[in-house]
């Protein structure tokens, strides 16, 4: 009897005590450099990709957007994409430009949300893709809740196809 209590009172103080943590790393970079690495992975050669045709308006104002994004003026370029999304809320390409701003201004759930929403409406090889994973990543490690880098890795992996060697 004695040793039953035991058992009991040891699986009773286990079910009572805090779970393990896992350590997320630190953020030991800017947003500016995050967005460097993230648009960075836009070409790594050669590889095949998918493209949907555009919304030449849409196109138009990402183009704007960038520009004004070139000349510091985020407010602009966050205002214009928006416009973008106004007209085609699951544009992929918009949705990336409007997350990578959002890193940006360290509007990290933003960020992520709009980095998902890119993901899911958009295609799931090319630059994009990897764009996607990256402001993700990012976005989660500033929230304290990282990818882990081997899913990371893989997810990356993952959005590139690479055509077949040619004799």
């Known amino acids: 009897m004695k040793k039953a209590l035991a058992i009991v009172l040891v699986l009773f103080s286990a079910a009572c005590s805090r779970p393990e943590t896992v350590a997320v790393p630190a953020l030991s970079e800017t947003p500016e450099q995050m967005l460097g690495k993230i648009r960075a992975q836009g070409d790594v050669g050669d590889e095949l990709m998918f493209q949907a045709l555009a919304d030449e308006a849409i196109v138009d104002l990402r183009e704007q957007a960038a520009r004004a994004e070139a000349d510091g003026d985020r407010a602009k370029a966050a205002e214009l994409l928006d416009r973008a999304l106004a007209l085609n809320a699951a544009d992929p390409q918009a949705l990336q430009a409007r997350a990578e701003l959002a890193i940006l201004e360290r509007s990290w759930p933003l960020a992520e949300r709009l980095a998902r ?51």
Do not use: I, M
């Open 117 to 167: 929403q890119s993901f899911a409406s958009g295609p799931k090889l090319g630059p994009l893709c990897r764009r996607n994973w990256l402001t993700l990543h990012y976005a989660a490690l500033a929230q304290g809740h990282a990818l882990p880098d081997q899913e990371l890795a893989q997810n990356l992996g993952e959005c590139t196809l690479v055509p077949p060697a040619r004799l």
